[in-house]
């Protein structure tokens, strides 16, 4: 019953800021390791930023690195994504993940939440 609810997207003019949520309940949450992919139209799905889960150690793909922040609330169960300097190339579906642990084998999604940058 592991369950994800992401917010914070819409639209935003080129070189704007959005800061995405996503609430996390059924897991311990300061143990698990979370996740923001993104999905463009006709592309893949592909991992944008990571948190893990105790040691706080975080990674970012190229594309976003001095642009995004992931960041977590323990007290709220609350991961967010903060993405500042907005490209039209970031448009995309953005999606919560979650793991239990570094090494729990299975993992969980939210329903994602649309980010459109556009003039």
């Known amino acids: 019953q592991v369950q994800l609810a992401e917010s914070g997207g819409g639209l935003v003019q080129p070189g704007g800021s959005l800061r995405l949520s996503c609430a996390a309940s059924?897991?311990?949450?300061?143990?698990?390791?979370m996740s923001w992919y993104r999905q463009a139209p006709g592309k893949e799905r592909e991992l944008v930023a990571t948190?893990?889960?105790?040691?706080?150690?975080?990674n970012y793909a190229d594309s976003v690195k001095g642009r995004f922040t992931i960041s977590k609330d323990n007290t709220k169960n609350t991961v967010y994504l903060q993405m500042n300097s907005l490209k039209p190339e970031d448009t995309a579906a953005y999606y919560c993940?979650?793991?239990?642990?570094?090494?729990?084998?299975?993992?969980?999604w939210g329903q994602g939440t649309q980010v459109t940058v556009s003039s």
């Open positions: 948190i893990v889960g105790y040691s706080g150690i975080t």
């Open positions: 993940n979650a793991r239990r642990s570094v090494l729990s084998k299975n993992d969980y």
């Open positions: 059924g897991l311990t949450f300061s143990m698990a390791t």
